[in-house]
């Protein structure tokens, strides 16, 4: 079975900390990748998709490592606002499914 | 404004009886999928449709059908719920996952409760 690993956490870090999040993917055939953001209770929302190259976004920070299968995603200065389950996503090519992995929950206090 | 609709958000029910939830997205979005989410183990897939009238399992199809007769319709059907499927539901849609990148945007979600 394809399947996509995070830790789960919790992380609690103070405002203005950084703190990164990696998560592990076994199908080495998947193609794209993605963070999503999730309130409690909430829809999924898509933070940032991940480059091969590494992309950033203001504060976040996304690396693909391909021969390592692992994705990472950095937060600068960490906010209240950024308290949130963090969702690591590959997508695994003709199949057309997507495999979520279960969530790495942030909570980030003043 | 661009979404993805699910009714009901919230339904209590009993086991065996058939019960429909819609989803309707107004993007022309090629693909469509239904998510489950349960405490500890993440949103799982249900089944998907990359267009109308080609729909496929995901990771937990069982007790479940869904159709894709028109594109922004895409209804999940429970025949007889049970209680193990009491969950949060979430319906999403995207352009065509072939192309890479493509967000999936999620419908609000669906809280059910089979008694």
């Known amino acids: 079975r394809k399947e996509v690993e995070q830790d789960p956490g919790p992380f609690n870090v103070p405002e203005g900390a950084t703190v990164a999040f990696n998560c592990t993917y076994s199908?080495?055939?998947?193609?794209?990748f993605f963070w999503y953001r999730q309130d409690c209770r909430k829809e999924p929302k898509l933070l940032m998709s991940?480059?091969?190259s590494g992309n950033e976004d203001g504060r976040f920070t996304a690396q693909l490592n391909r021969a390592s299968q692992y994705i990472s995603l950095l937060i600068r200065d960490s906010k209240l606002s950024d308290s949130a389950t963090y969702l690591c996503?590959?997508?695994?090519?003709?199949?057309?499914?997507?495999?979520f992995g279960k969530g790495t929950k942030l909570s980030v206090k003043p | 404004e661009a979404q993805v609709t699910q009714n009901p958000r919230y339904l209590i029910t009993v086991t065996g009886k058939k019960l429909t939830v819609t989803c309707s997205q107004n993007?022309?979005?090629?693909?469509m999928s239904w998510y489950r989410q349960d405490p500890g183990l993440g949103l799982r897939q249900i089944y998907y449709?990359?267009?109308?009238?080609?729909?496929d399992k995901g990771d937990v199809p069982e007790g479940y059908k869904v159709s894709r007769k028109e594109k922004r319709n895409f209804p999940l059907i429970l025949e007889s719920p049970s209680p193990n499927q009491t969950s949060l539901y979430f319906c999403?849609?995207?352009?065509?996952?072939?192309?890479?990148?493509?967000?999936?945007?999620f419908g609000p979600g669906t809280r059910l409760t089979v008694l």
């Open positions: 199908n080495s055939a998947s193609q794209s």
């Open positions: 996503v590959a997508y695994g090519g003709s199949q057309g499914n997507l495999i």
């Open positions: 999403a849609s995207s352009p065509p996952l072939m192309s890479s990148y493509n967000e999936q945007f």
């Open positions: 991940v480059y091969s």
């Open positions: 993007m022309n979005h090629e693909y």
């Open positions: 449709s990359m267009n109308v009238e080609v729909t």
